[in-house]
Nanobody, 118 residues
Framework: QVQLVESGGGLVQPGGSLRLSCAAS????????MGWYRQPPGKQRELVAR???????TYSDSVKGRFTISRDNAKNTIYLQMNSLKPEDTALYYC????????????WGQGTQVTVSS
């Protein structure tokens, strides 16, 4: 059974930082492209950052320079370091696992809420 479990969300003031984690089980993690997506209130889910099985990374323009995605294959975990957070970063953040594709894969976590507010 495949499981993706996100953690690390919370309430933070503008300009603050958070680190999200996503622990995967039930897949051969090192072979999967992993991504962070987010869904702001009333909007569609969007890609935040992706890290391929080989380690290459991609970021949306809105987070480039502020967020960093990384992976630890020994721990079957990906991370999203979020700095200089803005109110518009407020969203439910999801982890996704995709095998052999750059589009979202079949496996999603339950999401972790990030709220940026003073």
């Amino acid at each position: 059974q495949v499981q993706l479990v996100e953690s690390g969300g919370g309430l933070v003031q503008p300009g603050g930082s958070l680190r999200l984690s996503c622990a995967a089980s039930g897949i051969n993690f090192r072979l999967y492209n992993m991504g962070w997506y987010r869904q702001p209130p009333g909007k569609q889910r969007e890609l935040v950052a992706r890290i391929l099985s080989g380690g290459s990374t991609t970021y949306s323009d809105s987070v480039k320079g502020r967020f960093t995605i990384s992976r630890d294959n020994a721990k079957n975990t990906i991370y999203l370091q979020m700095n200089s957070l803005k109110p518009e970063d407020t969203a439910l953040y999801y982890c996704n696992a995709a095998f052999g594709t750059l589009t979202p894969g079949d496996y999603w976590g339950q999401g972790t809420q990030v709220t940026v507010s003073s």
